[in-house]
């Protein structure tokens, strides 16, 4: 089970931590995604780590502003959220899978979702 948390409303340029603590421990080969939903848009990929090796890749969209980051002692996944825009408003989510993909359909495990609102 995942639970995402630390989204809030702030204005543009401003920074929001979200974290994604999973309840039991996370498996050295499992992927943890950050995926958004804007209203009325479908779901976007905005990052993912492999939780073994680090390797993470982000979407153009917010390449340069957001990282990922993991403790592996808290079983916990976190997405920096630097220079944000009205545009990076939506849902944020984190999942869980076993395939470096980028399509939220390779994940199996869903967090509920934190809600990110940046004004201009």
């Known amino acids: 089970q995942l639970q995402a948390s630390g989204g809030g409303s702030v204005q543009t340029g401003g920074s929001l931590r979200l974290s994604c603590a999973a309840s039991?421990?996370?498996?050295?080969?499992?992927?943890m995604g950050w995926f958004r939903q804007a209203p009325g848009k479908e779901r976007e990929f905005v990052g993912l780590?492999?939780?073994?090796?680090?390797?993470?890749t982000y979407a153009d969209s917010v390449k340069g502003r957001f990282t990922i980051s993991r403790d592996s002692a808290k079983n916990t996944v976190y997405l920096q959220m630097d220079s944000l825009k009205p545009e990076d408003t939506a849902v944020y989510s984190c999942?869980?899978?076993?395939?470096?993909?980028?399509?939220?359909?390779?994940?199996?495990?869903w967090g509920q979702g934190t809600l990110v609102t940046v004004s201009s």
């Open positions: 999942a869980a899978g076993s395939e470096y993909s980028f399509s939220s359909s390779s994940y199996r495990s």
């Open positions: 039991r421990r996370i498996y050295s080969s499992t992927v």
């Open positions: 780590i492999r939780w073994n090796t680090g390797r993470i």
